[in-house]
């Protein structure tokens, strides 16, 4: 071992020391991380140079790196057929950062993904309005724009542990119907003031143009009118057909299934329209036998991902990390407990921490060996707190399938497997 730890290498602003810079590790994690390492002096221990590939139009990942997202239907049924797949989850073991890469973007679909030629496609805009229009996708790439980094999560997320855990499943399987990226559209806003809506319109309906044709009613609240938008562009490029091309509404904060794809239509009313997607489906059947209708938005949740399901750790050094996200605003802290729940130490949040977005937490970790649990908690910055199960549990009992956030827990055994647990 030689005094040049990774962690010296690293290349940081020359005003901020050390310290600052690795957010305070103490002295005996940087030797922790350092005796781990293999010690080096020269280049011989790295190696050699090679030639290299034709550079291409196209840049694709290494060979060596396998990230793929998993297509999977109802709670428990895993390694179907893609035919029967309703969703494809992201890979949250195997990424880094706050933002989940294009392709690694979950996916529900309920009537697969239709092929729209962006010549043709159109955005109707009527109801409630002085002036209906019709805009193709050029008409909205002329308009103003925002760009926002959001996350989108569909109700279910989470759902394969509301009644049972299956010990031999992935953050993928557990948490992967959540995702963050960057979008790029025009505010609800903007289109509203377009179309002139009437003042007694507060209901809008947005209808997509895949065979499903899921619709959905959106109160007009400040909020909404404020932040939602009409994206064409995702993470700097055109939609990806799976998330809605060319157009899909984006909700910051609210239930996945609002963020309607391949948008053909916003329609201005004063009241819901019922649809069977708020009927029939997305309602929560509660403890005492009713239903809650228009839970809309998403709640404040954490998980670790790294280590999690069906990793395996040594003891020593392990660092800790995972993703924290609000429909409330901005997550404010992540505590972490190493010891199932009985003590918990605060994590560092990556930066910046964007409101209604993923941000990932760490922290440093000896693990001395013993068997034990791992489990995250968020709170957001308007004060909401990541339930544990049984508060959860307690406050909607086990009828309903939407909305799970309650705190995820890996149990570690005396081999270093990790695996997932109710508490
Ligand atoms: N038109 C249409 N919009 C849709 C859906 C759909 O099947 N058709 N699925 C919804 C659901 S249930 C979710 S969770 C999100 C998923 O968005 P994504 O596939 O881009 O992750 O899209 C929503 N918008
Ligand atoms: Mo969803």
Known sequence: MTSKTPV???????????????????????????SE?????????????????????????SRFAKLDRIPEATPGKRNV????AINSKT????????????DLHYERSHSGVPDIDPAQH??????????????????LKRMPSVTRVVFIECTGNGWENWKKADPDVTVQNTHGLVSTNEWTGVPLKFLIDLVAKDKGSNWMLAEGGDGAGV????????????????????????????????????????????????????????EPWMTRWETARYTQLLANGKARQFQLRMETNSVITQPSGMMQIQPGYNRISGLAWSGHGKIAKVEISTDGAKTWKPAQLSQPVLSKAQVRFQMDWVWDGKPTKIVSRS??????????????IAAMG??????????????????????NVLA
């Open 81 to 84: 057929d893609p035919g029967d």
């Open 215 to 270: 619709d959905r009613s959106i109160p007009l609240t400040d909020e909404i009118v404020n932040e939602a938008f009409v994206a064409y562009g995702q993470n700097g490029e055109p939609l990806r057909p799976a998330h809605g091309f060319p157009m899909r509404l984006v909700m910051p904060g609210f239930e996945g299934n609002l963020n309607i794809k391949w948008l053909r239509r916003l329609k201005f009313g004063s």
């Open 122 to 139: 159109r955005l109707l805009i009527h109801g409630m309005v002085q002036k209906p229009l019709v805009f193709s996708v050029e008409d």
């Open 8 to 34: 010296e290498l690293l290349p940081r602003p020359a005003n901020v020391s050390r310290r600052g810079f690795v957010g305070g590790l103490s002295a005996g994690i940087l030797g922790a991380v350092a």
């Open 398 to 419: 086990t009828n309903a399938l939407f909305h799970y956030n309650a705190q995820q827990t890996w149990s570690i055994d005396e081999a270093g497997r990790v695996r």
């Open 37 to 61: 390492a293999a010690g080096a002096e020269t280049l011989a221990d790295v190696p050699d140079r090679g030639p290299g590939a034709d550079l291409s139009a196209h840049s694709e990942r």
């Open 379 to 392: 709170t957001d910055d308007q004060g909401n707190v990541q339930p544990d199960r049984q508060s959860f």
């Open 91 to 102: 890979p949250h073991q195997k990424l880094v950062g706050n933002i989940t890469p294009t």
